[in-house]
């Protein structure tokens, strides 16, 4: 069985980091693209980032470029978000989500991230 | 960027209705886009991959279609449990968008 589980979110004050986790079990990790998608509190789903299977390729949405980084580690099939310099509208519910047939297919159950002070 | 626009933005139905919601993208997308059920307090699943291929398990009163930069997701018999926000994504330029959602509710 696919799962994802998130980890590292809470509440953080604006300007410092934090460190999203997802652990991902039941297929290959390395043979798939992932991402981050995030949700604030009552909107809609925001694209966040994404990685490609080995880790070489990446892209960001235009509101956490240069503040974001994802990675991962395939040895510990564990997928990463560095969230840098972080503001009160980046609170939001993260998920990660694993890209099958274009877009994602397994999601996790998410991880609250509060910026605030 | 490419952006989608969902219409409607709300809209209220029966059991048994037919519904059609629409989802147009502002340069062509190809059949890069994916529609997906989000209720209260889950994460989202996808329906629709592909523009029009239906996701193992997704009842066959869900359809999705079109290409370039219209697209539609139907549910041709509606439900109880179908009450959702549904959510159109584009998959064929980066960054990826979604939709901001259509609200569907029962009368």
């Known amino acids: 069985e696919v799962q994802l589980v998130e980890s590292g979110g809470g509440l953080v004050q604006p300007g410092r980091s934090l460190k999203l986790s997802c652990a991902a079990s039941?297929?290959?990790?390395?043979?798939?693209?992932m991402a981050w998608v995030r949700q604030a509190p009552t909107k809609g789903l925001e694209w966040v980032a994404s990685i490609s299977y080995g880790g070489s390729n990446t892209h960001y949405g235009d509101s956490v470029k240069g503040r974001f980084t994802i990675s991962r580690d395939n040895a510990k099939s564990t997928l990463y978000l560095q969230m840098d310099s972080l503001r009160s509208e980046d609170t939001a519910t993260y998920y990660c989500?694993?890209?099958?047939?274009?877009?994602?297919?397994?999601w996790g159950q998410g991880t609250l991230v509060t910026v605030s002070s | 960027n490419t952006v989608m626009t969902q219409s409607p933005t709300s809209m209220f139905t029966s059991v048994g209705d037919r519904v059609t919601m629409s989802c147009k993208a502002s340069q062509n997308v190809g059949i890069n886009v994916g529609w997906y059920q989000q209720k209260t307090g889950q994460s989202p699943k996808r329906l629709i991959y592909w523009a029009s291929n239906r996701d193992t398990g997704v009842p066959d009163r869900f359809t999705g279609s079109g290409s370039g930069t219209d697209f539609t997701l139907t549910i041709s018999n509606m439900q109880a449990e179908d009450p959702a926000i549904y959510y159109c994504?584009?998959?064929?330029?980066?960054?990826?968008?979604f939709g901001s959602g259509t609200k569907l509710e029962i009368k």
């Open positions: 039941g297929f290959t990790f390395s043979d798939y693209n």
């Open positions: 989500a694993r890209r099958d047939d274009g877009t994602y297919y397994y």
């Open positions: 994504l584009q998959h064929n330029s980066y960054p990826l968008t």
